[in-house]
């Protein structure tokens, strides 16, 4: 196996075969540095996920083919999960357990062992064995509910908040804090990382304000949520839109002095003139594109963005005098984030494929 680069090197994570936010998070180590080899299922077994956005959630890692019902090849995977210093898995409770391969046949043979275990609803409570998505996971947490304008059905945030926000984000933290902790201790554990848990915490701002009684629960009328008119989007000329983020006083004066409006025109805060604001802005938008728009703004503070589609992101100057995204093996993808200064991090071709259980056992002899 090609050895990684990034402040995660030399950290060894054993990867389940999953779908959702499992690739993910597992994505994330590897970018950061760790060696990590995913435990795939054997091609034509039914389930392999390596068309799900595997050109690029599957990079930076190997991956070794194992049937887990057969006792010899569960065996192995329980011999390469002994030389790991963390598993992630993501099938539903009791399933691993079933294969032979829960937590405590693990931390009974490697007791320093971070294992993750990552679900929609966790290992515990009256929906922990039934099936669901990341739609089914933000809408118990009351993040849903918020999304949309107040006259449509709440509007799904694509599979960002649950399975990636709640999930993939909360489970590398949680995999991080667990290896602190076994470093320091030689004490392994399980970490149960539930989507509606992280989503639940994502939306904690939230639930300040509304503590504070600043926040309703009748969709669109909060500051976030679209319904000021000088937080949303606004369509221009040639039917793409630009992003409003003008919150801020300054911010907003610096907004109508692009439009071209009066500075004395609107007082921002004042809710009986949101609507002619609102009518006010769409009309001045309506006038010019996209691109038009985002030269008025550009160099200001004014919070003026263009709504970028993803083929278009790559190409815009800020991405591109970055680097946000790179091109490997033909595929346009994010680069990973964040940057270090002393140990950067890449996306390595090398480090992605197939490789035999022997060879990946060998190259973590302890």
């Known amino acids: ?90 099938f539903r409770p009791g399933v691993m357990e ?23 609803w966790g290992q515990s409570g009256p929906r922990a064995a039934r099936a669901g998505h990341d739609l089914n996971y933000v809408a118990l947490t009351g993040a849903l509910n918020a999304m949309g304008a107040a006259d449509q059905p709440p509007m799904p ?18 995999v991080l804090a667990a290896l602190t902790q076994a470093r320091a201790s030689g004490v392994g554990q399980v970490v149960d990382v539930a989507m509606t848990d992280g989503a639940a915490v994502l939306s904690s701002l939230f639930y300040g304000l509304a503590a504070s009684g600043l926040w309703s629960d009748r969709r669109g009328g909060n500051l976030l949520d679209g319904s ?13 839109y630009v992003a409003v983020g ?23 805060l004042d809710p ?19 691109d038009d728009w985002a030269a008025v703004f550009a160099g200001t503070d004014a919070c003026v963005t263009p709504v970028l ?11 591109a005098a970055r680097q946000t995204f790179v091109s490997v093996d033909g595929v346009v993808q994010p680069a990973p984030a964040p940057r270090f200064s002393a140990t950067p991090c890449a996306v390595d071709p090398a480090r992605r494929g197939p490789i035999e259980i022997a060879a990946a056992l060998a190259a973590w002899e302890a």
């Open 1 to 90: 196996m090609s050895k990684a680069k990034g402040p995660l090197a030399g950290v060894r994570v054993v990867e389940m075969d999953a779908i959702g936010p499992v690739p993910l998070a597992a994505m994330v180590l590897a970018d950061l540095g760790a060696e990590v080899v995913r435990v795939a299922r054997p091609p034509g077994s039914g389930q392999a996920w390596d068309d799900t956005g595997g050109a690029v959630l599957n990079r930076n890692r190997a991956h070794v083919y194992l049937d887990l019902k057969a006792a010899e090849q569960r065996d192995q995977a329980l011999a390469l999960i002994a030389r790991a210093d963390a598993v992630i898995e993501g």
């Open 98 to 120: 079933r294969l032979g391969l829960g937590p405590e046949v693990c931390l009974e043979r490697h007791p320093r062992l971070v294992y993750a275990r990552m679900t929609g």
């Open 157 to 174: 945030p694509l599979n960002l908040v649950g399975d990636y926000g709640g999930g993939a984000m909360f489970a590398v933290v949680g």
């Open 228 to 240: 000021k008119p000088f937080y949303r989007c606004y369509e221009c000329a040639d039917g793409r």
């Open 246 to 268: 003008a919150l801020e006083p300054a911010f907003f004066a610096q907004l109508l002095a692009g439009l071209g409006l009066e500075a004395d025109r609107f007082p921002q």
């Open 272 to 290: 009986s003139g949101w609507a002619a604001m609102t009518d006010a802005f769409a009309e001045v938008f309506a006038t010019r594109s996209r």
């Open 309 to 319: 589609a993803f083929g278009e992101a790559p190409s815009d100057p800020h991405n």
